[in-house]
């Protein structure tokens, strides 16, 4: 048996470099841009309207460091509400109106998903006939497409459950679903401001890019180490430190 306390030597190492971390002095204005393109990125309307009012007195906005985001912020908004309250036809409706391009090939990914979730809003309010006529039509043209094979197969396993919600792909009725597909249509519809060239447009937002490189440098000091020391975890770090 070891005299050594591993653990003990292990929080104490913790608390120095949370101590180190806390020494850090981030400026407010950019904790909170980061967040503002964040709200506006993924089109938190409400959300962003309520952090404004929070921050006017103390933050300066950058207009010209958002046009990007900013852009189609109402028409982003009104799709993720559709989507995550089911209701896909109408969002499909919406898209076709306004930003018909983007459905202009019926076996791209964002159809893919839009087809998908509108097969699970009917599976989810027990309407199976006519999930299997619509998974005949819309989800069997994406058989063939080896990355999307297994997703298709899921769906299509939701009808062989009387409780597909305690099914081992109750995950595809979860919320989290719904954000992947609202997710995917609002970085569709960024893709079309004509007022960005092409290879600037990103699909994250800049906090979500930061935490990329932030998981990516730790894994590549981790690797000039030769693999020793804890192996780094964001959502670990996240909530041990916010």
Known sequence: MFAFDIKKYEASERKKQQME?????????????????????????ETLKAFNLATETSVPRNAIEEQDVSFALQDRKNLRELIMKGEIDAAIAKLRDSYPQLLQNDKSELCFLLHCQKFIELVRNGEIEEALEYGRVELAKFTGVNVLTDIVQDCFALLGYTNPEESVVAYLLGETQKEVVADAVNAMVLSTNENIIEYEYESLSRLERLLRQLST???????????QGEVFSLHQFLNNNF
């Open 21 to 45: 971390f806390e020494k850090i002095i981030i400026p407010r204005g950019q904790s909170h841009r980061l967040v503002r393109n964040y709200l506006l990125h993924y089109g938190y309307e």
């Open 217 to 227: 440098c730790s894994l590549l000091l981790r690797t000039l180490y030769n693999r």
